[in-house]
């Protein structure tokens, strides 16, 4: 059926303040180079200011990791930093962490690390896991109220495959544990959420890309439950997860067979909600599927499918209160989102701008409204109702995973930041 394209009638939105409240701010902004920046990040503090991360991609095919962040209202830049090691550095991943936030890092000489920064731009801790100079990534990360860290991803491990992994730090950066899953095929993590009891979920794909899954630990790294499905047809992959504050778990999955974007809601104990199905891909070439949920259990989804970058609300029950697309000559993508206690919702991702790729972030009224064409470095962005459809999805079934406690070597890390030389440029919608 068509999704409402109309933004919700009631005078209130769910955070309890009027639309267009006074002193609200919202707007579209690049930061921009003379190279290549990609951003795949967002955290977002109490006062409003917008972490992101991504990395800076030479013509050379060097890469750095860089960090910024900017005032609630995208009048300045707080601070920017980069890494300038030598090596090929990137953020596949940032999570707000309560004081600050934590980041994932990839390198090309055999080790990934997980950083934890203050609110001012500051390296508090870094750890690195290494596996014997093989493949090893780390591509999401999340931590909970407690400061407690949770990465996943993938490294090749026995038999000569690749296997998915989760670890857990506590707030000093201490590892507690990790674990590791094993198909006898190829498997890969890709996703990772915690919620507010100290338990953490791990998803990703199995069996050579050929389906999705959904694992549930508890603080011990005990598996809870799991979950494991064919979704379209053929290979399905967990993107991305998040939790709201009654532990319900939000999974987003890409569908190539099917064409389709699935979300998908379990309750704590499992137990399968809805399942909706939109008619395009969010996919990670054109900026993959990225969600969040308010404090009454509203879902926020973005994506972007090679023509236009998305967000979309749904309630609670999965039907959808509006839908927004983001249009422009030079395409847009959108691939992390996060919305606040205080209503504040912001998206962030890419976009071409003279020549190079900028970061691009969006911070949108979380009622849908505010649509219309936006001038920004000279390209017309149009904010506007969009009309993909969507329908009803399966669950995934109940699964037995093998997991066993991985053995990745684990040590401090030393990353030195320096300050980076981003401009930024912002319109109000």
């Given at each position: 059926?068509?999704?409402?394209?109309?933004?919700?009638?009631?005078?209130?939105?769910?955070?309890?303040?009027?639309?267009?409240?006074?002193?609200?701010?919202?707007?579209?902004?690049?930061?921009?180079?003379?190279?290549?920046?990609?951003?795949?990040?967002?955290a977002?503090?109490?006062?409003g200011?917008?972490?992101?991360?991504?990395?800076?991609?030479?013509?050379s095919?060097?890469?750095?990791?860089?960090?910024?962040?900017?005032?609630?209202d995208?009048t300045?830049?707080?601070?920017?930093?980069?890494?300038?090691?030598?090596?090929?550095?990137?953020?596949?991943?940032?999570?707000?962490?309560?004081?600050?936030?934590?980041?994932?890092?990839?390198?090309?000489?055999?080790?990934?690390?997980?950083?934890?920064?203050?609110?001012?731009?500051?390296?508090?801790?870094?750890?690195?896991?290494?596996?014997?100079?093989?493949?090893?990534?780390?591509?999401?990360?999340?931590?909970?109220?407690?400061?407690?860290?949770?990465?996943?991803?993938?490294?090749?491990?026995?038999?000569?495959?690749?296997?998915?992994?989760?670890?857990?730090?506590?707030?000093?950066?201490?590892?507690?544990?990790?674990?590791?899953?094993?198909?006898?095929?190829?498997?890969?993590?890709?996703?990772?959420?915690?919620?507010?009891?100290?338990?953490?979920?791990?998803?990703?794909?199995?069996?050579?890309?050929?389906?999705?899954?959904?694992?549930?630990?508890?603080?011990s790294?005990?598996?809870?439950?799991?979950?494991?499905?064919?979704?379209?047809g053929?290979?399905?992959?967990?993107?991305?997860?998040?939790?709201?504050?009654?532990?319900?778990?939000?999974?987003?999955?890409?569908?190539?067979?099917?064409?389709?974007?699935?979300i998908?809601?379990?309750?704590?104990?499992?137990?399968h909600?809805?399942?909706?199905?939109?008619?395009?891909?969010f996919?990670?070439?054109?900026?993959?599927?990225?969600?969040?949920?308010?404090?009454?259990?509203?879902?926020y989804?973005?994506?972007?499918?090679?023509?236009?970058?998305?967000?979309?609300?749904?309630?609670?029950?999965?039907?959808?209160?509006?839908?927004?697309?983001?249009?422009?000559?030079?395409?847009?993508?959108?691939?992390?989102?996060?919305?606040?206690?205080?209503?504040?919702?912001?998206?962030?991702?890419?976009?071409?701008?003279?020549?190079?790729?900028?970061?691009?972030v969006?911070?949108?009224?979380?009622?849908?409204?505010?649509?219309?064409?936006?001038?920004?470095?000279?390209?017309?962005?149009?904010?506007?109702?969009s009309?993909?459809?969507?329908?009803?999805?399966?669950?995934?079934?109940?699964?037995?995973?093998?997991?066993d406690?991985?053995?990745?070597?684990?040590?401090?890390?030393?990353?030195?930041?320096?300050?980076?030389s981003?401009?930024?440029?912002?319109?109000?919608?």
């Amino acid at each position: 059926m068509p999704l409402l394209t109309t933004f919700a009638s009631d005078a209130l939105n769910p955070f309890g303040f009027t639309r267009g409240a006074a002193g609200a701010s919202y707007w579209m902004a690049h930061l921009t180079k003379s190279a290549n920046l990609y951003s795949n990040g967002i955290a977002i503090d109490s006062a409003g200011k917008v972490t992101m991360a991504g990395y800076n991609q030479s013509g050379s095919g060097g890469a750095d990791a860089i960090f910024q962040q900017i005032k609630a209202d995208a009048t300045g830049i707080e601070w920017q930093k980069t890494t300038t090691s030598g090596e090929y550095e990137i953020v596949s991943d940032l999570a707000a962490d309560g004081d600050g936030s934590v980041a994932a890092l990839n390198y090309n000489t055999g080790y990934a690390s997980v950083a934890k920064m203050s609110g001012s731009g500051a390296i508090t801790w870094e750890r690195r896991l290494y596996n014997s100079g093989n493949l090893l990534t780390i591509n999401a990360i999340k931590a909970n109220s407690s400061g407690e860290v949770f990465a996943a991803g993938t490294y090749w491990g026995v038999y000569s495959v690749r296997n998915q992994f989760i670890v857990k730090w506590n707030s000093s950066g201490t590892i507690q544990w990790q674990r590791s899953w094993y198909t006898g095929s190829n498997s890969y993590g890709y996703a990772v959420a915690a919620d507010t009891s100290g338990n953490s979920y791990f998803g990703g794909n199995l069996n050579n890309g050929s389906g999705a899954m959904i694992t549930k630990m508890n603080s011990s790294g005990t598996m809870i439950w799991s979950k494991y499905a064919t979704l379209g047809g053929g290979t399905d992959y967990v993107q991305s997860m998040t939790t709201d504050v009654s532990d319900n778990l939000y999974a987003v999955v890409d569908s190539p067979a099917a064409g389709q974007t699935l979300i998908l809601k379990y309750n704590s104990s499992g137990t399968h909600q809805w399942t909706r199905a939109l008619n395009s891909r969010f996919v990670a070439g054109s900026g993959y599927g990225g969600v969040t949920v308010d404090g009454t259990g509203n879902v926020y989804l973005t994506g972007s499918n090679g023509a236009d970058a998305y967000i979309i609300k749904y309630n609670s029950s999965g039907t959808i209160q509006w839908q927004r697309k983001i249009n422009a000559s030079s395409q847009p993508y959108l691939s992390r989102i996060q919305v606040t206690d205080s209503g504040m919702l912001a998206a962030v991702g890419y976009t071409p701008v003279s020549g190079y790729n900028a970061v691009f972030v969006v911070n949108v009224k979380p009622d849908g409204s505010g649509t219309g064409s936006y001038v920004l470095n000279g390209i017309t962005y149009t904010y506007a109702a969009s009309s993909l459809t969507d329908s009803s999805g399966s669950a995934l079934g109940a699964w037995t995973p093998s997991i066993d406690p991985s053995s990745m070597s684990e040590s401090a890390g030393t990353r030195i930041l320096s300050n980076d030389s981003l401009t930024l440029a912002k319109v109000a919608i």
